[in-house]
């Protein structure tokens, strides 16, 4: 039976992620998510519906379009897996809770940020709200809502001081309404975990892409991503680093 749920969870992610490359493709572009149908992005040609099975339509046309022949973005493939995998780990986590779908779909927004600033160095924020908004429908909701408003202020807090001290700009808004995801998923003292994973993550990069820069929100994102699914261990480890 568990198999079976977890089935149809990673139908349901597919699904999903599906939807994302929409989001990705067109809410940068300030285009409807909505209207027209899908296209294919080299020859204009509208889609026919089963064009756009889930990862299956990608494999059986061989990344081709179905028209023109044109190669197809392996992106679509790739967050319609990730978007699948990422729903089936939090089902493995949560179990059926009636929370799972708000939780699934904050992390699902994240993953559209993450694609979307790697490919613009741009964080829209119409999702980056509306991951937050996600992420506040808990048991907890006025918890999870304050550990938001904390984490958020706090890391704005520090951006207004790094900002004078540097003299520029030292912090995106979009970041701090990512900390404000952060804090209503993860919590304290978790939260720090994240923050402190994310900089050991983004440093290698960062180091060697230096001069084009690289965007901090992806690593802010898988970062958090880590530390919900091992939330236990996150915090058994940090009190040995405190208490020893």
Request: net charge neutral; proline share 5%; with cysteine.
């Amino acid at each position: 039976m568990e198999l079976l749920i977890i089935f149809f969870v990673f139908i349901f992610g597919i699904m999903i992620g599906s939807f994302l490359n929409v989001v990705i493709y067109r809410v940068p572009k300030d285009e409807s998510i909505v209207f027209p149908a899908s296209k294919c992005q080299s020859c204009q040609t509208a889609l026919k519906w089963y064009h756009n099975i889930p990862l299956f339509s990608w494999l059986f046309l061989g990344g081709k379009c179905a028209f023109c022949k044109e190669e197809i973005s392996k992106q679509y493939p790739v967050v319609e897996l990730l978007t699948g995998l990422l729903f089936v780990a939090l089902f493995m986590k949560l179990g059926l809770v009636w929370y799972l779908p708000f939780v699934a779909a904050s992390f699902a927004a994240l993953l559209a940020l993450v694609m979307i600033d790697f490919k613009y160095m741009a964080v829209p924020d119409s999702i980056n709200f509306a991951a937050l908004l996600f992420a506040v429908i808990q048991p907890n909701f006025i918890d999870a809502a304050l550990y938001a408003l904390i984490a958020a202020g706090g890391l704005y807090m520090v951006g207004l001081l790094s900002s004078f001290l540097a003299r520029r700009q030292a912090m995106g808004g979009a970041d701090v309404i990512v900390a404000g995801t952060m804090g209503a998923l993860l919590g304290f003292p978790n939260f720090f975990v994240a923050i402190f994973l994310s900089a050991i993550l983004a440093m290698l990069p960062a180091m060697i892409w230096r001069e084009k820069g690289v965007p901090f929100v992806p690593f802010l994102a898988l970062a958090t991503f880590i530390v919900y699914l091992y939330s236990t261990e996150a915090t058994e480890l940090l009190e040995k680093i405190i208490y020893g």
